[in-house]
């Protein structure tokens, strides 16, 4: 089992920037890749950014020079730093770990762009 933590959404003008951030803790050494998913109202959920365990990242193309994901392995946590949001860009943010066995979700954190 994964537990995931979420924090750092919010409230943002366009062009403004945000850090979210996702503690794993548990079964950590099974997981093979980690990223950040949103969903806005009525749309579907969709992969923004992900790294794999070995640092490989990749990005939707809406977000690619815009965002970027990292992860510290001495914490067990993954970061999406968000930079020139846009109001397209508000949606609820999960993070999500891949293992093996299953694929776990965070709680989700709100992300709203609006002047």
């Known amino acids: 089992q994964v537990q995931l933590v979420e924090s750092g959404g919010g409230l943002v003008q366009p062009g403004g920037s945000l850090r979210l951030s996702c503690a794993a803790s548990g079964s950590i050494f099974s997981i093979n890749a980690m990223g950040w998913y949103r969903q806005a109202p009525g749309k579907q959920r969709e992969l923004v950014a992900a790294i794999t365990s070995g640092g490989i990242t990749n990005y939707v193309d809406s977000v690619k020079g815009r965002f970027t994901i990292s992860r510290d392995n001495a914490k067990n946590t993954v970061y999406l730093q968000m930079n020139n949001l846009k109001p397209e860009d508000t949606a609820v943010y999960y993070c999500?770990?891949?293992?093996?066995?299953?694929?776990?979700w965070g709680q989700g954190t709100q992300v709203t762009v609006s002047s």
């Open positions: 999500n770990a891949d293992t093996p066995a299953d694929d776990y």
